[in-house]
């Protein structure tokens, strides 16, 4: 994988990276120790946890933009990218950062199971380019795991509230023709003059207790999809479920 020069330049970057982060922890020890007067060993404890603070929501990519991570933090524990649980996801991840270290943004130390960011990748997620492109990067994952139910216009869209206790008008989204759209809203302020939802001032749709009976009439055939995976369908759709709250039932699930 790497040749005797590369080898001997990630082994300093290592040590380098190594001694600065046990440097910083053993000086903000000092500080928390004698302001709370806690023994050495907790001080410790703190001023790591204060000074790598792992980002527990952090969501990755498998891409470059995965290096965004270290914009609050000096270290990543190991742990972080082999509990991934899509293996497709770990493997592109680890490439990622294979290919961060060979170019000496990070290193990868495997005696304190941390990645640590080096001056020169620090210098590099400063960039606007870095930055427009880990946006961009995120705008694509949120696409991929939104979960959203498509509208039709009709009375089975009651079966939104199978996934959602409310939801604004404003926050339907029209990929279709205008009329589409416009039948979908119709459809609402229809069923609001029927009781069967109530639309209150700031365009808040909630079920009714009648709508509810009907719900439970109507069999409920709809199932929420992935924004990103809809396509070019025309689709009128409302977001059910944002990908932060995905995510971090997901997190929820494996901690358990």
């Known amino acids: 994988m790497y040749d005797d020069n590369e080898q001997l330049n990630n082994l300093k970057n290592t040590a380098q990276q ?29 001023a790591r946890g204060e000074i790598l603070n792992p980002d527990k929501d952090f969501v990755f990519t498998g891409q470059a933009a995965d290096l965004r991570y270290f914009n609050k933090s000096s270290a990543m524990p190991i742990d972080f990218v082999e509990n991934i649980t899509d293996e497709n996801l770990k493997s592109a991840v680890k490439d990622q950062f294979n290919m961060a270290a060979r170019k000496g943004l990070v290193v990868i130390d495997p005696d304190s199971q941390m990645i640590a960011i080096t001056d020169k990748g620090r210098a590099y997620i400063s960039k606007n380019e870095f930055k427009k492109q880990a946006l961009d990067s995120m705008i694509e994952v949120e696409k991929s795991l939104d979960r959203c139910v498509i509208l039709d216009g009709v009375q089975n869209d009651l079966d939104v509230f199978r996934f959602t206790e409310k939801f604004n008008l404003s926050d339907i989204q029209n990929f279709g023709s205008s009329n589409k759209g416009n039948n979908v809203m119709s459809n609402f302020m229809d069923m609001a003059k029927k009781g069967l939802v109530n639309v209150d001032k700031k365009g808040v749709v909630t079920i009714t207790d009648k709508g509810k009976e009907l719900l439970a009439n109507i069999g409920g055939k709809a199932t929420t999809k992935a924004v990103g995976a809809l396509g070019t369908i025309g689709a009128c759709i409302v977001v059910v479920k944002k990908a932060v709250d995905v995510i971090k039932s997901a997190s929820v699930t494996q901690q358990m």
Do not use: G, V
């Open 18 to 46: 190594s001694i600065k982060i046990a440097t910083e922890i053993y000086k903000l020890a000092n500080k928390i120790q004698e302001k709370e007067k806690i023994s050495k060993l907790n001080a410790i404890d703190k």
